[in-house]
């Protein structure tokens, strides 16, 4: 089992910034790829940002120029930069991350960090 704990969300006014933590930890094989997703009152959750182990990145074109992710191997965490927030993006954002083994791919999930965006 790989647990994955988050950290950094809150409260803060539109046009500001947050950073989001992910830390991975237990049964780590090899984490492929890592990512954030987000679900808003009423709707589905949805890709944020990810990241592959060598560094390439997508994101969701709600977010492109504003937010940036990125991950540090060596300490499995990934962050997620946010800035210039607008109201829109409150939601509760969730880690994910695929744990490579033998034997196929594992999918986990945090529990999710909150984030309010006032206007």
């Known amino acids: 089992q790989v647990q994955l704990v988050e950290s950094g969300g809150g409260l803060v006014q539109a046009g500001g910034s947050l950073r989001l933590s992910c830390l991975a930890s237990?049964?780590?094989?090899?984490?492929?790829?890592m990512g954030w997703y987000r679900q808003a009152p009423g709707k589905q959750r949805e890709l944020v940002a990810r990241?592959?182990?060598?560094?390439?990145?997508n994101y969701a074109d709600s977010v492109k120029g504003r937010f940036s992710i990125s991950r540090d191997n060596a300490k499995n965490t990934v962050y997620l930069q946010m800035n210039s927030l607008k109201p829109e993006d409150t939601a509760v954002y969730y880690c994910?991350?695929?744990?490579?083994?033998?034997?196929?791919?594992?999918?986990?999930w945090g529990q999710g960090t909150q984030v309010t965006v006032s206007s």
């Open positions: 994910n991350v695929d744990n490579r083994r033998q034997w196929g791919t594992e999918d986990y």
């Open positions: 237990g049964s780590i094989s090899f984490l492929s790829i």
């Open positions: 990241i592959t182990r060598n560094g390439s990145t």
